[in-house]
């Protein structure tokens, strides 16, 4: 009787696993991310998840950033999107610092700006998988 209780419970524990959607294993990624950063002093500012395909392979997002903190932009895919760019650009002449840091099956850029300002990021998907089309996380952390 035991054992079935057991294989029971690892049978529809795999089920479960095999039933997480692209966004279910995307919000985990985010999650487990969100964690890590968290540690080092960043907070949670905002999150956007998108799907792009083809057609919409690049996305734009305005974001208000004030001067004196750091910010971490963070664009991470699912397994559907090969190839994911994430660029800064001020709105105005504001002088940016920009340093690329360790990926997560995306792009991660963290900035400090020196005057607060608007700034439009681009998320551009430069290659998807066979599916065609896939989702994207943006995050904005700051500290």
């Given at each position: 009787m035991k054992s079935i209780a057991i294989t029971w419970?690892?049978?529809?524990?795999?089920?479960?696993?095999?039933?997480?959607?692209?966004?279910?294993?995307?919000?985990?990624?985010?999650s487990d991310y969100l964690k890590k950063m968290e540690s080092e002093g960043y907070g949670f500012r905002s999150q956007i998840i998108t799907e792009f395909n083809?057609?919409?392979?690049?996305?734009?997002?305005?974001?208000?950033?004030k001067a004196g903190h750091t910010y971490q932009l963070v664009a991470i895919s699912d397994s559907d999107v090969k190839s994911l760019d994430l660029e800064v650009k001020s709105m105005k002449t504001h002088s940016i610092k920009s340093l690329?840091?360790?990926?997560?099956?995306?792009?991660?850029?963290e900035l400090k700006t020196e005057k607060s300002g608007k700034f439009k990021i681009v998320l551009n998907v430069a290659e998807f998988s066979n599916a065609g089309q896939g989702f994207v996380s943006f995050m904005v952390l700051r500290k």
């Open positions: 419970t690892l049978l529809l524990g795999s089920f479960a696993v095999l039933a997480q959607t692209p966004i279910d294993k995307l919000q985990q990624t985010n083809p057609e919409n392979a690049e996305q734009n997002v305005n974001i208000k950033l690329v840091v360790p990926e997560v099956s995306g792009a991660v850029k």
